[in-house]
């Protein structure tokens, strides 16, 4: 493929970074708003310049110790270790559970596979809201609720994105390659284990980013099935917060941005084997 021109390049790239500004505007108003004081946060001047707007945005004098007294009034310890619990048990369910699906129906010949398969991918077509007082009344009669169990239990019988996401990169493994090790005698699981799972490094953690954003993320299962303050996560416990000191919007902001940090760190980490995970699912049907 022939490279574009410098120019073409640059008008390119001129063209992204404007885009992008408008979306990170929020994230640089929370950055601020972390670093002022309360009498600055809630200034009642409007500004419409682009210079007083600048202005606006940037803090002063800068509060720095609002990150020290934000995480004071926020258990953040304790609410770390429970998200990152969580993080860990969905990860290593919704990913392993995951790909063994996506084997049986990639590399494993079976009758009724495209049928089933089917009826896994038409479950992505129900939203959440559908299937929320079905599962909450099974997890209630089954003793759960108030307990973490409803928040990991589900990831380790599969997700059907991620069932999806790894088939289609399975599916670009030779079958030969499969072949020749049964005829060598390797089971099942010792093709999956030992050939298809570190060929499929890239789609495997793709899956794994998506599991730990949204579960990083979620607000709805701790609101839920959580009743135990020491329980909370990050998530719900920054909630929890704006309850309590509604008003103390620089703290909330300051601990919001502590919160933020890493899934970013996460994403430029992991980039790369992001891209390559998602630009390689589709190369076979």
Not at 6 to 26: D, G, K, N
Not at 244 to 254: T, Y
């Amino acid at each position: 493929m022939q490279r574009l021109p410098w120019y073409s390049r640059l008008a390119v790239h001129a063209v992204l970074i404007a885009l992008a500004v408008p979306f990170t505007l929020p994230l640089v108003w929370m950055v601020s708003t972390s670093l002022k004081g309360k009498e600055q946060v809630f200034a009642r001047e409007v500004h419409t310049s682009v210079s007083g707007l600048a202005k606006e945005l940037w803090p002063s004098p800068i509060r720095l110790r609002n990150y020290s007294e934000g995480l004071q009034y926020v258990p953040f310890p304790l609410y770390l270790r429970n998200t990152l619990l969580l993080c860990f048990l969905n990860v290593l369910g919704a990913v392993a559970s995951s790909a063994i699906a996506a084997y049986a129906f990639a590399k494993l010949e079976w009758r009724g596979r495209s049928v089933v398969f089917g009826i896994v991918i038409a479950t992505m077509i129900l939203p959440n809201e559908v299937r929320l007082i079905p599962t909450f009344a099974l997890f209630r009669w089954l003793g759960w609720y108030g307990t973490y169990l409803p928040l990991f239990i589900p990831a380790f019988f599969g997700n059907a994105f991620y069932i999806f996401l790894l088939r289609q990169f399975f599916r670009t493994i030779p079958d030969e390659m499969c072949d020749a090790a049964r005829i060598d005698g390797c089971s099942e699981w010792g093709i999956l284990w030992r050939m298809v799972l570190p060929l499929g490094k890239p789609a495997l953690a793709t899956c794994a980013l998506f599991q730990f954003l949204y579960t990083w993320n979620d607000f709805n299962g701790p609101l839920i099935y959580l009743t135990d303050q020491s329980k909370y996560t990050l998530a719900y416990g920054l909630q929890q917060f704006l309850g309590a000191f509604g008003s103390e919007w620089a703290l909330l902001m300051a601990a919001t941005t502590v919160f933020t940090v890493p899934i970013i760190i996460l994403f430029f980490l992991a980039q790369r084997t992001f891209i390559q995970g998602i630009a390689t699912t589709g190369a076979k049907g």
